[in-house]
């Protein structure tokens, strides 16, 4: 049954993207698309430019949905991370596919020029070559999956 729900709850989460980016809504107005899924919880983030987001988060089989406003200092510090030219220039092709032992993987999307970058980490091992560039990331998605701001 947790499989099943959680396996909802992914597929929610990625027809709220599919949907941002088939709608009428511009891609440049979204900063990332952050998600991070390990056996404990998974925190999905959607972040535009000017600070709202929307964050769904499971732990324990338990879904909780936030929205609200980031402070500016707080998106000044994860731009930069997702700017960083090894970021920009990583495609999907150097990530390693290979599955491995650990249920941690990572989805990062950010809207660039030529459209929607999409890398998807499978497991810890995937992140190991890119660790310098990606944990700054996760754990600014760490700090800031603990909003205050629920949603019924």
């Not at 947790?2 to 709850?9: E, H, P, R, S, V």
């Not at 200092?73 to 290979?98: F, G, R």
């Amino acid at each position: 049954m947790g499989k099943l729900f959680i396996l909802t709850l992914l597929f929610a989460c990625s027809l709220v993207l599919v949907g941002l980016a088939s709608s009428q809504v511009t891609p440049s107005q979204y900063l990332v698309r952050l998600e991070h899924q390990t056996r404990e919880e998974n925190v999905c983030m959607l972040v535009q430019k000017d600070g709202h987001y929307h964050l769904e988060r499971t732990a324990m089989g338990h879904p909780r949905v936030f929205e609200g406003t980031l402070e500016s200092p707080v998106l000044a510090e994860l731009e930069p991370h997702l700017n960083a030219q090894q970021i920009v220039d990583l495609k999907q092709s150097q990530i390693d596919a290979a599955a491995g032992e650990d249920m941690d993987q990572v989805m990062i999307t950010i809207p660039r020029p030529a459209g929607w970058q999409k890398l998807i980490f499978p497991n810890s091992k995937s992140r190991k070559p890119f660790k310098s560039d990606l944990d700054p990331i996760l754990k600014w998605l760490d700090r800031n999956k603990q909003q205050q701001n629920p949603i019924a």
